[in-house]
Antibody
Framework: QVQLVESGGGVVQPGKSLRLSCAVS????????FHWVRQAPGKGLELVAV????????YYADSVKGRFTISRDNSRNTLYLQVNSLRVEDTAVYYC??????????????WGQGTLVTVSS | EIVLTQSPGTLSLSPGERATLSCRAS???????LAWFQQRPGQAPRLLIY???NWATGIPDRFSGSGSGTDFTLTISRLEPEDFAVYYC?????????FGQGTKVEIK
């Protein structure tokens, strides 16, 4: 079955960086677009970034543009989110989600369990 | 960016009652590219409906979605105890895609 497993979260000081990873199984990774979606404690869902099946198209939420980079390695079946210049307001659970198609215009059809990023001094 | 507004913020109902949740978009959602999700406490969201009215795999038929353009609705015909949760809509026709702020369905 479809499985997505995030890793790389933790406690980090403001201004620092992290790289989140999402390892997948149960389907052909290179055929699908992916998203990173975050949820701050007690808050709603925010789509942070999306990437097409081949990495040629990416989109970002305005709140993270210029600081976050989504990427993928189709040879390793792994999705990444490089998060730089972290702010306290970036504290959230970060979910990796798989789309229903290869294109960026797709919904978050399958979800991992998330990885918690806490930004605190 | 398309803004999605969900209403009401909280819905207080009893088991067995009907729930009607609304999701309104600031501009037309192309190709009815709208999904609904359920999130229980401590869990990741789960896809219920995609393409405005199509059931995701394994979703019971007491959940149904409808609408097009800017107005969409999720209906739960008879609430079961496990249905008390938070529900989100997502539009994905215009990248990067956006979520509504959520509707909490709570036990009255």
């Amino acid at each position: 079955q479809v499985q997505l497993v995030e890793s790389g979260g933790g406690v980090v000081q403001p201004g620092k960086s992290l790289r989140l990873s999402c390892a997948v199984s149960g389907f052909t990774f290179r055929n699908y677009a992916f998203h990173w979606v975050r949820q701050a404690p007690g808050k709603g869902l925010e789509l942070v970034a999306v990437i097409s099946y081949d990495g040629s198209n990416t989109y970002y939420a305005d709140s993270v543009k210029g600081r976050f980079t989504i990427s993928r390695d189709n040879s390793r079946n792994t999705l990444y989110l490089q998060v730089n210049s972290l702010r306290v307001e970036d504290t959230a659970v970060y979910y990796c989600t798989r789309g229903g198609t290869s294109d960026v215009a797709t919904g978050s059809f399958h979800w991992g369990q998330g990885t918690l990023v806490t930004v605190s001094s | 960016e398309i803004v999605l507004t969900q209403s009401p913020g909280t819905l207080s109902l009893s088991p067995g009652e009907r729930a009607t949740l609304s999701c309104r978009a600031s501009q037309s959602v192309s190709d009815s590219s709208l999904a609904w999700f359920q999130q229980r406490p401590g869990q990741a969201p789960r896809l219920l409906i995609y393409g405005a009215s199509n059931w995701a795999t394994g979703i019971p038929d007491r959940f149904s979605g409808s609408g097009s353009g800017t107005d969409f609705t999720l209906t739960i015909s008879r609430l079961e105890p496990e249905d008390f949760a938070v529900y989100y809509c997502q539009q994905y026709g215009s990248p990067p895609g956006t979520f509504g702020q959520g509707t909490k369905v709570e036990i009255k």
